[in-house]
T-cell receptor, first 114, second 112 residues
Framework: DGGITQSPKYLFRKEGQNVTLSCEQN?????MYWYRQDPGQGLRLIYY???????QKGDIAEGYSVSREKKESFPLTVTSAQKNPTAFYLC?????????????FGPGTRLLVL | KQEVTQIPAALSVPEGENLVLNCSFT??????LQWFRQDPGKGLTSLLL?????REQTSGRLNASLDKSSGRSTLYIAASQPGDSATYLC???????????FGKGTRLSVIA
């Protein structure tokens, strides 16, 4: 079964704590993306990666970090520097530089602050 | 920088009505324009993708059109059903090393 998985579905963060959101895909896509979604804000791009061991900042990268050590995995760490982390986080993947195919999204992780 | 706008932000219609959702973009040099559906608390599902060389795409009761010169796309939903209730997002992809740019979405409610 091909697709994108995100875990956990819900995540709770304490003050000053770093937390990591998992994203895995078995679609053999080169590109992966992380978005943050707040009510009424639409999707905002945090980071994206076109290839293993390379990634670029999106519009709201401050307070977040990523790694791309394997093609199928693109974990997102929400650091303590992110002062308002409560949001719905979506991971996506696509073949890069190919206008033929769309992005495929995971089911999302909802992050809540205790 | 590409900006995508969707109007209206929310729409409520009775079941069976035909409806149109609007999307506008500022940079007409797009590679493609995509429409997604999002159910509450879920990820996005791709509905239609229109290449820059195309004028429209159809899938079942859905028809999406693209007018690059005016910077507009519309999503037409025929004979709406309560199951169509969701948020619909459009996104533009410009060629080069730029990711998709999303609009904020239109929240659709179809009342039985």
């Amino acid at each position: 079964d091909g697709g994108i998985t995100q875990s956990p579905k819900y995540l709770f963060r304490k003050e000053g704590q770093n937390v990591t959101l998992s994203c895995e895909q078995n679609l053999n896509h080169d590109a992966m993306y992380w978005y943050r979604q707040d009510p009424g804000q639409g999707l905002r791009l945090i980071y994206y990666s076109q290839i293993v061991n390379d990634f670029q900042k999106g519009d709201i990268a401050e307070g977040y970090s990523v790694s791309r050590e394997k093609k199928e995995s693109f974990p997102l760490t929400v650091t303590s520097a992110q002062k308002n982390p409560t949001a719905f986080y979506l991971c996506a993947s696509s073949p890069w530089a190919d206008g033929e195919e769309t992005q495929y999204f995971g089911p999302g992780t909802r992050l809540l602050v205790l | 920088k590409q900006e995508v706008t969707q109007i209206p932000a929310a729409l409520s219609v009775p079941e069976g009505e035909n409806l149109v959702l609007n999307c506008s973009f500022t940079d007409s040099a797009i590679y493609n324009l995509q429409w997604f559906r999002q159910d509450p608390g879920k990820g996005l599902t791709s509905l239609l993708l229109i290449q820059s060389s195309q004028r429209e795409q159809t899938s079942g009761r859905l028809n999406a059109s693209l007018d690059k010169s005016s910077g507009r796309s519309t999503l037409y939903i025929a004979a709406s059903q309560p199951g169509d209730s969701a948020t619909y997002l459009c996104a533009a992809w410009n060629s080069g090393n730029t990711p998709l740019v999303f609009g904020k979405g239109t929240r659709l409610s179809v009342i039985a």
